[in-house]
């Protein structure tokens, strides 16, 4: 084995989502950092869906550009479609979402980290960790080369030990054209962790040129496009369409027909997939009486004829998929170019983890990603920025970075993992936010700029203009709160004219925009220096004054479970001998070992009873912490 | 585990009684026993056997009480810590005494309720029954402590799950139509939610209006005997209880203070007060009384007035209703075997008109029928269906999720589903507050089980 001279200081295997920003993060710290894929032709590939964002996703990948990450710029410069979702159904539940250019989208990735400082890329398999005692101090290639780091992140996505199905044919492979990485997980094994199996799919890729697309509904996506992060100005990127075709009971029938031969009834495969996620044959099966499903034609690029119809992935033969693509309607002379498949991979439980990414079991490595039990590109990417950021943290010394869950998506996600685990495929969704009012899109800048630049990831001039947009904000909620209606002729039209007329002089603009029937774009009508307030500005000042007794409601909730919150167990307690728990909260206590009370409050099972007991017991200063 | 001190207090009632019980927990129990108990018997204290002998003060050798003193040791005992009880005369003076020797002895006086404090964070019962044997301890009689022990078997647990299904349902849905923008959900079900939610509000209605019955059950009610002076207010207090508690002469004004007792008829725990009569008077003494009376009218669940029936009804029987303005009355005509004089105007001011002979006894249990009918509707303490809230907590909790469910249906025209949200989840949040759960999991269960969802 050929040792090289040079010490990262962070090593980061695998360059996906997880990998890129978390490899960004550190050498941004200025950390020498080393990212290590098994295809460098495959850096930041999007192996399923060629889009960015949704609900929750699109949510996280605003915090990412927020604390400095690269994901929102990277889909701004290569995105295809972009369109704002929710938009009626609430500020905070609005989320953003793009169609992406697959092979720009990598390849303007690879372009930003090739121009890193303190960064190299290379191309190899990681066969195993080098261990210093109980700590990580490198890695080895398959290639008889090892390096040496202060820290290791390990994002191997779907990598470890993967295995593809199509039908009953399966064969070993990180993605459909690479191999897999063989002997990292038997090394984690050995080292105590506890390795689970997961699966997931994706769809087939169709041939444009043989679709009907006149015989489809279009979608397109909002004009002007919105960008996702903070310092894009605009979109230059051409848009396109996606499209919407339906199954049918025939479709149904042909899928049904082929389920003797599909790797995941007839026990095959091992490993749990995700339920938000689930193949065509387990809709079919699952849901028998909906007689149609949906499918969005998506396209995978600007110059390409490969497009990807979502929610339509499969596991079963080849001669049943052609079949049954054929089935819908505009897709009757369909070709299919690559074809749906199934992967299992390992993944670690992440209830093994640390908040800061960090494993339990050995020192200086961090996991990030699917490795973690998530799917998706945000969450992989959210997890990834952190893990770089903590490991160049523990680098210079420095304490670990922990999101709360009233301060980012990213907080919620790393704490759902590392306190309950996962059993299935781990995705994000809004309704896992318990202050999901405050974690708003268009807050995000507000509630992490600051991190970010303080981390150092936020260049000056970025975080200048952020500084300046945010005194504008409360300059101009300070200006509505004491500039009052006169009821001059022209300010009564418009009062008559917005069915206000009952409205008295004196009345604030606060008051007045309070009114759901008011919004901010009257008040330019009522007052000529309204008319000089960005979009930005005008869309927070009405959000944080139409939402303010709510907004206000949850951040005194917040402020109410802080005790809970910052209550740390001690490591080594000993549940079994607090007798008042019951057995089962015990052994899921024991289990988890959760860091703080509030932790050990969203375990399921573990009630509000058995938090008062261990608050009691926590707080007797009589324990004496028995080990 | 964790070093616990010994405590001790006194577990009977305060006032005098025939009885008082001295309780000691912790690893100190026994030790306070040998030093302030001598056993008559050779042996001394043994683990869960009553022993006869003397509580002396150690310092000085004086016999302060003779007593009864009972071991048991850990883990068979009430705290599952060792315990030690001295049964001792119930008389007030004499119970103190004997508390403070213990104390002396290097213990601490116990906070409220932390014998059973104890007996739960040892794992002899969880919080519920803790809650339900604060209630039976309190309990002042059996419709109380059945409504306590049906409690601790979780009657009302059952029903609050029932609550919270309807409540995760309406969220689930709220919820998918947030989460799922892109999935072919269909249009917002409204009618299925605005449904879930209307059935979990009945629920919650019904049970805040048993929570006064359940009050009453628990904390009894209590009766105002006023009339005029001479009226037979006390002859019928006697009556009531069999016993001759007030003192009854031909002289008017003869009871000035307030006198209160208890009974339990028919599961119900009453409290009578028989007050002085009003009427105009210069007597200082009885003017006072009558301002009690009058400071204790708004207290009470209903009142008794009482009528001379063999008199004509008379300016101060109409003092007595004016001053009763806005009290729930039951008309009680005393010596029905006299002539009858009386007219009562407006009787329909009136729940009820019971006739009495108190001198005899005559009429007494029909009127404490009347009594009872007025607090237990629908013969509920007799139901084994009959679900019950007694606990102030759990009302207030049952109040929050109404006044978010309130909010939430005042918003349903406004669709934003997100502040619907809000209001649900709030709801939920309260309601799981009673039986302890928490909902996010629960909710994405129920959404991938209802909707096909997934691109």
Known sequence: MITCEQIYDVIVVGAGHAGCEAALASARMDCRTLLLTINLDAIALMSCNPSIGGLAKGHLVKEIDALGGEMAKNIDATGIQFRILNTKKGPAVRASRAQADKQLYRLRMKRVLEQQKNLDLKQGEVTSLCLDGAAVCGVELRSGISYLSKTVIVTT???????????????????????????????????????????????????????????????FGDSPPRPFSLSTERITMPQMPCHIAYTNQRSHDIIRSGLDRSPLYSGVIEGIGPRYCPSIEDKVVRFPDKDRHQTFIEPEGLDTIEVYPSGMSTSLPIDIQIAFYRSIVGLERVEIMRPAYAIEYDYVDPIQLHSSLETKTVKNLYHAGQINGTSGYEEAAGQGLIAGINAALRVRGSDPLVLTRSQAYIGVMIDDLVTLGTK?????????????????????DLRLRDIGHQLGLVSEQEYLRFAEKRCKISEEMERISITRLQNTVQQTAVLVRLGLQDIQKGTTFEQLLRRSEVCYDDLIELDPVSRETSEAIREQVEIQTKYKGYIDRQLEQVEQSKKVESTRIPEGLDYAAVKSLTTEVREKLSKNRPDTLGQASRIPGVTPAAISILAIVLKSSSWKGNS | MYIRDTIAAVSTPPGNGGIGIIRVSGDQAAAVGNTVFTSVSDGGLVSHRFSFGTIRDAATGEMVDEAMAVYMRSPRSYTREDVLELHCHGGWLVVERVLALVLACGVRLADPGEFTRRAFLNGRIDLIQAEAVMDIIASKSEAALQLAQRQREGALSKRIDEVRECLLQALALVEAYIDFPEDDLGQTDEVAIAASVDSAQTMITDLLATFEEGRIVREGISVLIAGKPNAGKSSLLNRLLNENRAIVTHIPGTTRDIIEETISFEGLAIRFLDTAGIRHTNDLVEQEGINRTMEKVPQADLILAVFDGSREFSQEDQMLLDALAECRIIAVVNKSDLPQRLVLPAANRFLATVMVTALSGDGVDSLKQTVCRQFLHISATDSREFISLSRARHRDALVSADVYLSRFCAGLPERNLELLALDLRGALDSVGTVTGQTATDDVLDRIFSSFCIGK
């Not at chain 1, 080292?191 to 799919?201: A, E, I, P, Y």
């Not at chain 1, 299935?424 to 995000?444: C, G, I, K, Q, V």
Request: hydrophobic letters at 30%.
């Open chain 1, 157 to 219: 996505g779907t990598f470890m030990r993967g295995l593809i199905h199509i039908g009953l044919n399966n064969y070993p492979g990180g993605r459909a054209g690479d191999q897999p990485s063989v002997g990292l997980s038997d090394q984690l094994r050995q080292l105590g962790f506890q390795v689970g199996r997961l699966k997931t799919g994706t769809p087939a890729r169709l041939d444009a040129r043989s679709i009907d697309f006149s015989k489809l509904e279009t979608q």
């Open chain 1, 424 to 444: 299935e495929p781990y995705r994000m969704f809004t309704s896992r936010a318990e202050y999901r009012l405050l974690l708003r899109e268009d807050n995000a």
